[in-house]
């Protein structure tokens, strides 16, 4: 929590900006396209993660789509999460919040700059009809997050169960499913320490419509949370490898 409120103090000024900024694109829609507010919502990214100390290594971008709209499943671990994707995505995206967190400072502003959408978990006409602008934009090649596991509670790199009805967007628009994990996402700001940390993302192969068509949503639910669960583990593994490697050469020394 030490980490999120220095980043809060000494971020002021572009916090301002970004409240600021995103008043005028909403008055001023037509004056700017998807590319230019994603490029001024990755400007507060970074200044986000360098007042943070926070560092995040990229891992896959090669196996993201070239063409075409597509959603992004990714294990939620914190308020970095979303940071730390869009740091590696280089064409704009957005992603799709909850509506009680969506109205949290900072992120109300930021989420009307990249042009999200919210969703209201205690309303199902209202989740039908955001359920129907995902779809309609997926199908005009817009990029969207999702956090199939509808929020995180302090459950660290350990993932929870996948809600099956968030890939019914993948299903309906027949586009690729991008599975994403991310490790160590909840670090930055869950101990009151500002040592410097890094956090990771890794972009997974996309599972095409041929591959999920004939499966329910509940398997589809399984299979890509089957797929994080073991990045995730993998690379637990590789730094516990790598911990123990590096004590051991100390020793020596």
């Known amino acids: 929590m030490l980490r999120f ?7 002021i000024p572009y916090i ?11 008055k001023h829609n037509s004056l700017y396209s998807e590319e230019d507010r994603y490029k001024f919502a990755k400007f507060i990214v970074n200044k986000i993660m360098q007042n943070s100390f926070i560092s995040t290594e990229v891992y896959g971008k090669e196996n993201l789509p070239d ?3 597509y959603v992004m499943y990714s294990n939620h671990q914190g308020k970095f999460d979303m940071v730390g994707i869009m740091y590696g995505h280089e064409k704009p995206c957005t992603v799709v919040m909850d509506e009680v967190r969506s109205n949290l400072p900072i992120m109300k502003p930021f989420l009307s700059v990249v042009q999200g959408s919210t969703l209201d978990r205690n309303d199902m006409r209202s989740q039908a009809t955001t359920i129907k602008k995902l779809i309609n934009e997926v199908n005009e090649g817009r990029k969207y997050v999702i956090f199939p596991e509808g929020g995180y509670d302090h459950n660290g790199n350990n993932l929870q169960v996948f809600k099956p009805g968030s890939f019914k967007i993948s299903m309906r628009t027949k586009t690729p499913i991008v599975p994403v994990a991310l490790v160590d996402s909840y670090v930055p700001y869950s101990y009151n320490s500002l040592r410097k940390v890094t956090t990771q993302v890794h972009y997974l192969q996309p599972i095409s419509y041929e591959e999920y068509k004939d499966m329910k949503t509940e398997d589809i639910a399984l299979m890509v949370r089957d797929r994080i669960e073991a990045k995730v583990k993998e690379q637990l593994s590789i730094k516990k490898r790598r911990y ?3 004590k051991r050469i100390r020793q020596v020394a």
């Open 5 to 11: 409120c220095f980043v809060i103090i000494v971020s």
């Open 16 to 26: 301002i900006l970004l409240y600021a900024k995103s008043a005028y694109m909403d």
């Open 67 to 69: 063409d075409g709209g």
């Open 244 to 246: 123990f490697y590096d």
